[in-house]
């Protein structure tokens, strides 16, 4: 089958061809039919040799939709054809975390050697998708793979930054989202669906800041040094009682503590190498700073009841398999708007 693999440090991603995978017992075989383009993936591929904790190759893809083609020894409860969507934060499923559907904050897994797929284990850019256990896979009934596939990361990860911060966001209060891109467009729909709070959006092309307001920012200013004046005259000089930096760089998350009222959450979720301080005399009274991963797999369920409610429009750009080296480019450019979908 063809895969999209990362090969060596430094390397550009590259078409290759793998064997299609055997499901062993309790395993299953999904056929892709669509992955999702994360920029946590040029992340990784950024990353120093003794950074990885993983051998390469590696085939990437943490975001997977698909169809169960065939069943390992032992699987029930699916059958082949069933359209699905791959819970991707992979834990050991007995710990206490795990027992609580909170397999990204699995306690065992690094011990155990469990990575999610794409980022460790075989990942979703290829023709099949070996998932390690039934329990990993969400049924999508009628959702269209192509513009659900997203809300396994893109989704799911804002969905449990907000989810946390949901007490703080009452009426009159004020949410920050930095960076609109693929976690930050589908945040914005997130916070309007969930939340009666006004909505400001940061980055820094206007074509972002577009799709922002599209999606229903009811502010959009540019990500530069006012950015925080701006927000704290946008709420009469008290700040927002929740932000979330979906960039995580140094100035980014800078901003988000500056931004941040009296008892507010500032959530980093961007992986930039940031780092938002707080204490007295820099921030507001009573900051609570958070690094939230991922979300739980009963999160992953709400966030795809909240698509077919009609709350969530991904906004998707195609590309062929063979195509992928180019999306990762063009993501790694600034060049996507909304989140890059690769149809194996
Ligand atoms: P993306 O490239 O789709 O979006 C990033 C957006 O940030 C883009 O729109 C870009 O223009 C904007 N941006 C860049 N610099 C900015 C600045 N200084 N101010 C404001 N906006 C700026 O990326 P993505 O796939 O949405 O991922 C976002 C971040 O979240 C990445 O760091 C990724 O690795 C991380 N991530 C974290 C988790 C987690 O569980 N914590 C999960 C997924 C992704
Ligand atoms: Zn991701
Ligand atoms: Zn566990």
Same mark, same amino acid.
């Given at each position: 089958?063809?895969a999209?693999?990362?090969?060596? /440090?430094g @390397?550009h991603?590259e /078409?290759?061809t793998?064997?299609?995978? *055997?499901p062993g017992?309790?395993q299953v075989l999904?056929?892709?039919?669509? @992955?999702?383009?994360c920029?946590? =993936?040029?992340?990784v591929?950024?990353m120093?040799?003794e950074?990885l904790g993983?051998?390469?190759?590696l085939? &990437?893809?943490h975001?997977?939709a698909?169809?169960?083609a065939? &069943?390992?020894d032992?699987?029930?409860?699916?059958?082949? #054809?069933d359209?699905?969507?791959?819970?991707?934060?992979?834990?050991?499923?007995?710990?206490?975390?795990c027992a609580q559907?909170k397999?990204n904050y699995?306690?065992r897994?690094?011990?155990?050697?469990?990575?999610?797929? #794409?980022?460790?284990a075989?990942?979703?850019i290829a023709?099949?998708?070996?998932?390690?256990?039934? !329990?990993h896979?969400?049924?999508?009934?009628?959702l269209?793979? /192509?513009t659900?596939v997203p809300?396994?990361?893109?989704g799911?990860t804002?969905?449990?930054?907000?989810k946390t911060?949901?007490?703080?966001?009452?009426?009159?209060?004020?949410?920050?989202?930095?960076?609109?891109g693929?976690l930050?467009?589908? +945040?914005?729909?997130?916070l !309007?669906?969930?939340t009666? $709070?006004r909505?400001? +959006?940061? =980055?820094?092309?206007? *074509?972002k800041? +577009?799709?922002?307001?599209e999606?229903g920012a009811?502010?959009?200013?540019?990500s530069?040094?006012? $950015?925080?004046a701006k927000v704290r *005259? &946008?709420?009469?000089?008290?700040?927002?009682?929740a932000?979330f930096d979906?960039?995580g760089?140094p100035?980014?998350a800078?901003?988000a503590?500056a931004? @941040?009222?009296?008892?507010a959450?500032?959530?980093?979720v961007?992986i930039g190498?940031g780092? $938002?301080s707080v204490?007295?005399?820099t921030?507001?009274?009573?900051?609570a700073?958070?690094s939230?991963?991922?979300g739980? !797999? @009963?999160e992953? /369920?709400e966030?795809l009841?909240?698509a !077919?409610?009609? $709350?969530? =429009?991904?906004?998707v750009e195609t590309?062929?398999l =063979?195509e992928a080296p180019?999306?990762?480019?063009?993501?790694?450019a600034?060049?996507?708007n909304?989140?890059?979908v690769?149809?194996?």
């Amino acid at each position: 089958m063809k895969a999209v693999q990362y090969r060596s /440090v430094g @390397a550009h991603p590259e /078409v290759v061809t793998v064997p299609r995978p *055997e499901p062993g017992p309790g395993q299953v075989l999904i056929e892709v039919t669509a @992955a999702g383009v994360c920029h946590s =993936d040029i992340a990784v591929m950024s990353m120093p040799a003794e950074a990885l904790g993983f051998p390469l190759p590696l085939t &990437l893809g943490h975001e997977a939709a698909g169809t169960v083609a065939a &069943l390992g020894d032992g699987v029930t409860g699916f059958a082949p #054809g069933d359209s699905v969507a791959v819970y991707g934060p992979w834990g050991c499923g007995t710990c206490l975390m795990c027992a609580q559907g909170k397999e990204n904050y699995c306690t065992r897994a690094a011990e155990l050697g469990i990575r999610p797929p #794409g980022l460790g284990a075989p990942g979703a850019i290829a023709e099949y998708l070996l998932v390690d256990d039934p !329990r990993h896979l969400v049924p999508l009934g009628d959702l269209d793979p /192509v513009t659900a596939v997203p809300l396994t990361d893109a989704g799911l990860t804002p969905y449990h930054a907000i989810k946390t911060s949901l007490p703080k966001l009452t009426p009159g209060s004020t949410a920050v989202v930095i960076g609109t891109g693929g976690l930050g467009h589908v +945040a914005i729909q997130l916070l !309007r669906a969930l939340t009666p $709070a006004r909505v400001i +959006a940061l =980055d820094v092309t206007e *074509e972002k800041l +577009a799709l922002a307001r599209e999606v229903g920012a009811h502010d959009a200013v540019l990500s530069d040094e006012s $950015a925080t004046a701006k927000v704290r *005259e &946008l709420t009469g000089g008290l700040g927002a009682q929740a932000v979330f930096d979906f960039v995580g760089a140094p100035p980014t998350a800078t901003t988000a503590a500056a931004c @941040a009222a009296v008892e507010a959450d500032v959530a980093i979720v961007g992986i930039g190498g940031g780092a $938002a301080s707080v204490g007295f005399g820099t921030t507001a009274y009573d900051v609570a700073v958070r690094s939230p991963y991922w979300g739980s !797999r @009963a999160e992953l /369920v709400e966030v795809l009841d909240l698509a !077919r409610a009609g $709350a969530i =429009d991904v906004h998707v750009e195609t590309y062929a398999l =063979d195509e992928a080296p180019k999306a990762y480019e063009n993501l790694h450019a600034g060049r996507v708007n909304g989140r890059a979908v690769i149809l194996p």
